[in-house]
């Protein structure tokens, strides 16, 4: 069955994008990303323009989070007190993101530093997420206990001031990583147009040491703040939101989110971990073939926008 | 004063349809059998048909080639950036770019015959008659200047957007009915941009062109489709708040949907 968008103008077929949102929605519920750097191509690919498909997915994700994090909130699986202080991170690094972001479009070379970016991010987070959750995965093999968690280990960060108990996650830590942390989040997603939750996770469960329960919740939290937000700021600026391919995409979404949440729930934390990182990873690939390979055609064309 | 203004519209009706070749006096009419196509929800591309005569009269010459028609259907104006990938450092990077400015965003050329077969080189210049011919103004330093029918740019330019089924060029899609009788089909394919279209109907005896002709026509979104459209653009805010509150709605559904414990 075909609709045609109003904004996108182009017409769809509805079961085709619904099960683009569907599936997108499982991996996100499952993991607590919020999907984005999937989404985002997948659109693309199918004849929505790049401005238009940044500017829907972040609803659709908006949707797809929100659905995630009330499951989540039921299962006291959200530390709700370390998301509002990564958001005050966030907030401040999506502002420097939208600067470079502009600085960026001025030199001309934007395409060229989104793809590098991604290519570099996802291929190393993707790698060292393998790695490690492989280890894990080999050290219980051998019937070691997994030490994920070592209650006396601190690392350097653990001697700064401003220590904060966030009882949630049961960590006591200073409140300047976690701003570090949150201000990275929100400047790659302003300058790459993603959730960033595939950053955050590994970084939360690394670096701060949350549990992996809770920090899919948590991840879930921000990633509705900073959607629902980006939502707004693309319909007020560029007036490419497309209601209609939101909707299919947010139903597709929010079903699929639902039952990647149980998934994920009924999963081990490193396999979950070992899964993720392979998903990261492939996408990182799939830019540097695009990088590498001799595109089908050398030109392309493109309408040039805000006329 | 409505019937003068009428009666004023007719007037210059009929002066637009008479014929501006020099000594010949066959006229050329068209129509179109949609002036106004309204884009839907279930709107994925459809077929307009033209069609439309020649008038000969007493002081017409006889033609011995029979007559050749080429319609040009040109949409909305836009600005389009094509780019041209290198190999840089084992990467393929964009390194060269060009702006074609203001040029038609649909661009269909239908004809009775091959263009150099209705017309010599001159006339199909003069004229711009097929693809190959129409101007695209590039964007070269401060100037706006066509270039080279072969220049790798414009032609990328025109196979992209052929591919695309926006710009075509149709050899054998005029057909005659009777000897004064034309029909032909202009295509527009699913992602026809909306806004104002011209049609040009030249007619051609012995490689000259002996009348003319112009119609339009114009595509416009109505109903939901409209009234989304409209909604994004003048209450935006508004616009971004209920996408973002169905957003919300959405998810907190589906949660009630979907509890099982």
């Known amino acids: ?307 | 004063m409505r019937a003068r203004i009428s009666l004023a519209a007719c007037a210059l009706l009929v002066l637009c349809c008479v014929p501006s070749g020099p000594a010949a006096a066959e006229r050329i009419v068209a129509s179109v059998s949609n002036h106004r196509v309204r884009i839907t929800s279930s709107f994925t591309g459809l077929e307009l048909v033209l069609f439309g005569s020649v008038e000969r009269d007493g002081t017409s010459v006889p033609r011995h080639s029979g007559y050749d028609i080429v319609v040009t259907v040109t949409g909305p104006r836009e600005t389009v950036v094509t780019r041209r990938k290198e190999r840089v450092a084992g990467i393929w990077v964009n390194v060269e770019s060009r702006s074609f400015v203001d040029v038609p965003a649909y661009l269909a050329v239908l004809a009775t015959k091959p263009i150099d077969a209705i017309a010599g080189p001159e006339v199909a210049r003069r004229l711009r008659l097929g693809l190959a011919d129409t101007l695209l103004p590039q964007q070269i330093g401060a100037d706006l200047a066509d270039v080279v029918r072969d220049d790798p740019f414009r032609m990328a330019f025109l196979r992209l957007k052929s591919d695309r089924g926006l710009y075509l060029e149709a050899p054998n899609a005029v057909t005659f009915l009777t000897p004064t009788l034309y029909r032909t089909s202009i295509p527009l394919p699913a992602e026809v941009p909306i806004g104002e279209y011209d049609i040009d109907v030249k007619l051609f005896a012995d490689n000259m062109m002996v009348a003319r002709t112009s119609s339009a026509f114009e595509i416009i979104k109505v109903g939901f489709e409209q009234f989304v459209a409209t909604a994004a653009r003048d209450y935006s805010l508004l616009y971004g708040l209920s996408t973002a509150a169905m957003a919300l709605m959405t998810g907190w559904f589906a949660s009630i949907v979907f509890r099982r414990d």
Do not use: C
Request: glycine residues 12%.
């Open chain 1, 1 to 307: 069955m075909q609709i045609y968008l109003p904004i996108a103008d182009l017409p769809v077929n509805v079961f085709l994008v619904f099960a683009m949102g569907l599936a997108v929605g499982f991996i996100s519920g499952m993991f607590g990303i919020g999907g984005g750097f999937l989404m985002t191509p997948l659109l693309i690919f199918i004849g929505v323009s790049p401005a238009v498909s940044v500017a829907t997915v972040a609803s659709h994700i908006a949707a797809s989070s929100f659905s995630g994090v009330i499951t989540y909130w039921r299962r006291k699986a959200v530390d709700f007190a370390l998301a509002t202080m990564l958001l005050a991170g966030g907030f401040i690094g999506t502002g420097a993101g939208v600067w470079i972001f502009t600085v960026l479009r001025s030199i001309g070379q934007l395409d060229l530093a989104i793809a590098l970016s991604y290519v570099i991010l996802l291929s190393t987070v993707g790698g060292l997420m393998i790695a490690e959750s492989v280890r894990a995965i080999m050290r219980q093999r051998h019937g070691k206990p997994v030490e994920l968690r070592r209650p006396g280990s601190h690392t350097w960060f653990h001697g700064l001031p401003l220590k904060l108990r966030f009882k949630q996650s049961r960590i006591y830590v200073s409140a300047i990583p976690i701003w570090i942390i949150g201000f990275i989040i929100g400047f790659i997603g302003a300058v790459m147009g993603i959730g960033g939750g595939f950053l955050l996770v590994p970084m939360l469960i690394y670096f701060l040491r949350v549990p992996t329960s809770v920090v899919i919740g948590t991840s879930m939290v921000l990633t509705l703040v900073t959607m629902a937000s980006a939502t707004l700021l693309h319909a007020v600026t560029n007036h490419l939101v497309d209601a209609v391919l939101a909707l299919i995409l947010m139903i597709g979404g929010v079903i699929g989110a639902q039952f990647g949440a149980r998934a994920g729930q009924n999963m081990r934390g490193e396999r979950l971990r070992l899964l993720l990182g392979m998903l990261v990873l492939a996408v990182g690939l799939r830019f540097a073939i695009g990088l590498i390979l001799k595109p089908d055609d050398v030109f392309s064309i493109r309408l040039l926008e805000g006329e």
